[in-house]
């Protein structure tokens, strides 16, 4: 991280209150990028937003969408504003988006494990985590994931059931899934959490997303800044 960025974040830090400044650095201590997620033709807002809440209450900073036939649509209500805390990835261009989305999270060095309820899988207890970095794929609420990205998944993670019913609804899923791992993450001597420079970069996301005209702001620093040296 260079210093102007470093200098940019304390400058911009200086435009909250240390209350809020105190939360976004004690939050960020605790974000990874060892487990992402993955979404595939999420229709429903109220699923898509509280698979988003989870995640940002799990500590999962990225979030892969892919639409092929159905727009990821955010329910503000649900999500509660997780999603402007969270780096959402849209794979939206075309078709076959489910491809390019796996392709690029392989080429970040992450396995793609799918959940389902038809394949043998793994329960999240135990999930091999010290394999390396997964990606979780969660599917449509009617039929799951697609026969496609299913073929595309190098392991399959299920929960166990005792009823009548196949399946959970996503929402809860995800919700069961990412909770387990997390807690298994910080008993792990896994190397999970951001480095610093992500820690950083997310800093300045988050301080230009909440300070009210962030960008004049910034340009007037940047400005200043320059005109030292």
Not at 196 to 209: I, Y
């Amino acid at each position: 991280m260079d210093q102007l960025t470093l200098d940019l974040i304390a400058h911009l830090s200086g435009c909250i209150t240390d209350k809020r400044l105190a939360l976004f650095k004690q939050v960020l201590t605790q974000r990874t990028r060892y487990i992402t997620v993955l979404l595939e033709d999420i229709y429903q807002s109220q699923n898509a937003s509280a698979v988003l809440r989870t995640c940002d209450c799990t500590g999962i900073q990225d979030v892969h969408i892919v639409e092929e036939r159905n727009e990821y649509e955010i329910n503000r209500d649900v999500a509660l504003g997780a999603d402007q805390w969270l780096s959402l990835h849209y794979y939206n261009e075309g078709e076959k988006n489910i491809i390019k989305a796996v392709e690029t999270l392989k080429n970040e060095g992450y396995r793609i494990v799918a959940t389902s309820p038809h394949k043998d899988g793994v329960s999240p207890e135990n999930f091999d985590l010290h394999k390396g970095k997964a990606a979780l794929m969660f599917g449509t609420e009617l039929n799951g994931l697609s026969h496609g990205a299913l073929e595309l998944a190098d392991e399959f993670i299920q929960i166990p059931m005792a009823g009548f019913t196949e399946s959970y609804n996503i929402s809860v899923s995800a919700a069961i899934i990412l909770y387990t791992l997390r807690k298994r993450l910080e008993t792990s001597p896994l190397q999970w959490l951001l480095g610093e420079d992500e820690q950083s970069e997310l800093m300045l996301n988050w301080l230009r997303t909440t300070i009210k005209m962030s960008d004049l702001i910034e340009n007037k620093f940047i400005q200043d800044y320059s005109s030292d040296f």
